[in-house]
T-cell receptor, first 115, second 109 residues
Framework: GAVVSQHPSWVICKSGTSVKIECRSL??????MFWYRQFPKQSLMLMAT?????????EQGVEKDKFLINHASLTLSTLTVTSAHPEDSSFYIC???????????FGPGTRLTVT | GQNIDQPTEMTATEGAIVQINCTYQ??????LFWYQQHAGEAPTFLSY??LDGLEEKGRFSSFLSRSKGYSYLLLKELQMKDSASYLC??????????WGAGTKLIIKP
């Protein structure tokens, strides 16, 4: 089956610094990638949808200047959390959609802790 | 507004059968998905229904009734490793996935 990787799997950073998370589709071309955030014991919350080569579409309430998304190729999307604060600590998950419209494969997630 | 309801938590016994229900009200319908998520891990795809009826895949089956806005996930021959959260998600007319809050399934020996 299709594989999506994320890097890093976990990261600890200091308040005020920026963190970049990479999401790669390893064996298929992902025309659309999704970024989710999940707080403990809560469901997934879609942050943004990105299509290769175009600007990401952010969900209401998600600051686009704080969560920078770049989908530069059909296999790579990056999420940069800028000027991170402790409240940004969360589990960030990407998913990628392939050629069949119902396929959406999830990466393993990145646990971000901001101290 | 768009809404997906599923029970918060369910408990079942190893070897038994459990049915997790999901009801939805969305703007448009382009398929319903079930995902399994173990604690601290990303969701994994279980099933996809777009037409009414039952889809069987091994120990797991998923049912859909579009007229009733209703689906269920049926898990048979429960194993301890099935302890996880089960997420119901509906794709709306904009092809956006609308997520339920998830059902935490606890399996007891």
């Amino acid at each position: 089956g299709a594989v999506v990787s994320q890097h890093p799997s976990w990261v600890i950073c200091k308040s005020g610094t920026s963190v970049k998370i990479e999401c790669r589709s390893l064996d298929f071309q992902a025309t659309t990638m999704f970024w989710y955030r999940q707080f403990p014991k809560q469901s997934l919350m879609l942050m943004a949808t990105s299509n290769e080569g175009s600007k990401a579409t952010y969900e209401q309430g998600v600051e686009k200047d704080k969560f920078l998304i770049n989908h530069a190729s059909l296999t790579l999307s990056t999420l940069t959390v800028t000027s991170a604060h402790p409240e940004d600590s969360s589990f960030y998950i990407c998913s990628a959609r392939g050629s069949l419209d119902y396929e959406q494969y999830f990466g393993p997630g990145t646990r971000l802790t901001v101290t | 507004g768009q809404n997906i309801d599923q029970p918060t938590e369910m408990t079942a016994t190893e070897g038994a059968i459990v049915q997790i229900n999901c009801t939805y009200q969305t703007s448009g319908f382009n398929g319903l998905f079930w995902y399994q998520q173990h604690a601290g891990e990303a969701p994994t795809f279980l099933s996809y229904n777009v037409l009414d009826g039952l889809e069987e895949k091994g120990r797991f089956s998923s049912f859909l009734s579009r007229s009733k806005g209703y689906s269920y996930l049926l898990l048979k021959e429960l194993q301890m490793k099935d302890s996880a959260s089960y997420l119901c998600a509906v794709r709306d007319s904009n092809y956006q996935l609308i997520w339920g809050a998830g059902t935490k399934l606890i399996i007891k020996p």
